[in-house]
Each structure stands twice: as C-alpha cells, then as structure tokens.
C-alpha cells in the first residue's frame, strides 16, 4: 500500500461538482464524465490557485524524471473525475496565497505512474514545480491513503522550496528526537507490508514509514495536520508524547510562518469532526 509515500525521489476522476455557479453545477452533476466535464470540475480551481490541470495526453508536460505512466482513457474517466473530487476536497484546505508563494505551478493526473519500476502513487517534480498523482490508485487503495498522499507529496515540494532540498535534514527537526536516534535509508526502502500504517511505534513517530527518513518524517506528519479522522489519533498519541506535541508545532509554525492565516483558528476550522464537504461550502471554497 505504501508505494506513495515511499518516495525515492522524494521522489485523479473528477466528476462533476464543483464549479462556482450553482445551477450549473447540478446540471454538471448529472453529466457523464467527459473530459470537458472534468475541466469546468477543475476551473474554479484553477482560479483561486492558478494552477495549470494536466490529464489528457497530449498534455501531459515533461517530467525531470524519467517517469513510466499512462494517460486516462475515456473508460478512466469515471474513476478520475471520482479521483479529482478528492483531489480538490483536500486541495481547497490551502489558503490561495499560500500555493501561490509556494509556487507550485501544475498537478498531472496519470495512472500506472512508475518510478525506476517502482509504482508510486504520487510524485513530485520539484524542479518544474508539478506534482504528479495516479489516479489509479482509487481502484486499490483506500480514500483516506489517498487524501493523506495529496498533502504529503505536496510537502515535499515546500521542502525544496522553502528549504532548498526536498531531502533537508533539518538540524532543529532532528533536536526533537530522542538523543542517539537515527533514521534509515530513506523512504524508497521502506517498502515492507505496514509500514505505513497509523500505529505510533516509538514516541516521536506516527509509523515506521516516518523512521525511514527525516523527509519522511516530516511529509508524513504534515499529512495528518490536514486529514481529520488522522488528526484524531495524533492529537491522542501527542497528549503523552512531547516529542510528536513538538514537531506538530513545528509543522504548524511553519505553515504559520508562510501564511499568517494557517493559525489556530485555521487548524480547529479544517479538522472539525465530521466536517462535510457541503455543496454550499465546496462552492464558497472554490471561489
Ligand atoms: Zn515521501
């Protein structure tokens, strides 16, 4: 299952819902999923953060890698427009000048996305600042994984850009381990069976995935500060351990740092229990 967040290199179905105009929206909802169906899905997106949407395959741009992947079919588009709705269910938890100054520029949606033959569920081209994600995944890995790989992919890009190597072995992140301990060999070779799974094996660390890298460590826990049934085994583990209380903060002074209104306020509003995506509120969100 951890064929995403293992990410040596540190390396989407998107029907119809969401555009900002009302009526049309309902009208869209009930459309088969064409590719035009996908992008007027995708438009209110691509205003409120001006990035560029990638699926068809001629447009598909070139990688910095050498990736292996396929485009969407007309029969893939079902599945990716189901895979966009949540791609953007998670996307529009970003406050807009907050991707902007990331400067994330595009996101790509392939399937049978390939790495040095490894399958991966996501990738990130932080030198041509696009993400790219397999929507294929929606076919075998759970909704949840799938919402916590937008947000870790996605971190990886804001290491290389707002610390310079998206393999950064942040000094005062490493402080916040127990003295003596040491990571493994990276994310790439941690790709045993569970490894990714929520279970908080030592304190300091959500799962095994997050002890094989420090880059890890820190995608994997951004990652939880967005995913709300996550969140809640987080915010239980850290109430007796300081170490993850700690690197929560950090995580959170970052983004605080690059986006004054990533505050308090912010994190209660994005991890509400039981917060529902409301047609109302997707509509207002993708402004
Ligand atoms: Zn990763």
Not at 52 to 63: A, D, G, L, M, N
Not at 152 to 163: G, K, S
Not at 186 to 214: E, I, Q, T
Request: with cysteine; hydrophobic share 35%; glycine share 6%.
């Amino acid at each position: 299952m951890f064929q995403t967040l293992a990410v040596l290199m540190l390396a989407g179905t998107l029907v119809a819902q969401g555009p900002a105009r009302g009526h049309q929206t309902a009208r869209v909802g009930r459309e088969k999923p064409t590719a035009a169906v996908i992008r007027e899905y995708l438009a209110p997106l691509v205003s409120r953060y001006r990035l560029k949407f990638y699926f068809e395959p001629e447009q598909i741009p070139k990688c910095t890698w050498k990736l292996e992947f396929a485009t969407a079919t007309q029969k893939d588009l079902p599945v990716l427009l189901s895979y966009v709705r949540l791609f953007a269910e998670e996307w529009r938890k970003y406050p807009p000048e907050f991707v902007k100054r990331s400067k994330l520029s595009g996101i790509c949606f392939v399937k049978d996305l390939k790495l040095k033959k490894q399958k991966r569920a996501a990738l990130p081209d932080y030198f041509n600042e696009r993400l790219y994600y397999d929507f294929g995944f929606l076919r075998k890995s759970s909704r949840l994984y799938l919402r916590h790989v937008v947000h870790h992919e996605y971190y990886h890009m804001l290491e290389q850009q707002w610390n310079g190597n998206a393999y950064y072995k942040d000094p005062a992140w490493a402080r916040l381990n127990t003295k003596g301990f040491h990571y493994g060999s990276g994310g790439a070779n941690a790709r045993s069976p569970g490894v990714g799974r929520l279970d908080h094996p030592k304190p300091g660390f959500v799962n095994a995935y997050a002890m094989s890298g420090l880059e890890e460590d820190k995608a994997e826990i951004w990652a939880l500060l967005f995913v709300p049934q996550q969140w809640r085994l987080v915010s239980r583990w850290k109430e007796s351990d300081g170490i993850l209380a700690a690197k929560v903060r950090y995580l959170e002074a970052f983004a605080r740092k690059k986006d004054k209104g990533m505050n308090t306020r912010y994190w209660v509003r994005i991890r509400e229990p039981g917060r529902k995506e409301t047609r109302r509120s997707q509509l207002e969100a993708g402004k």
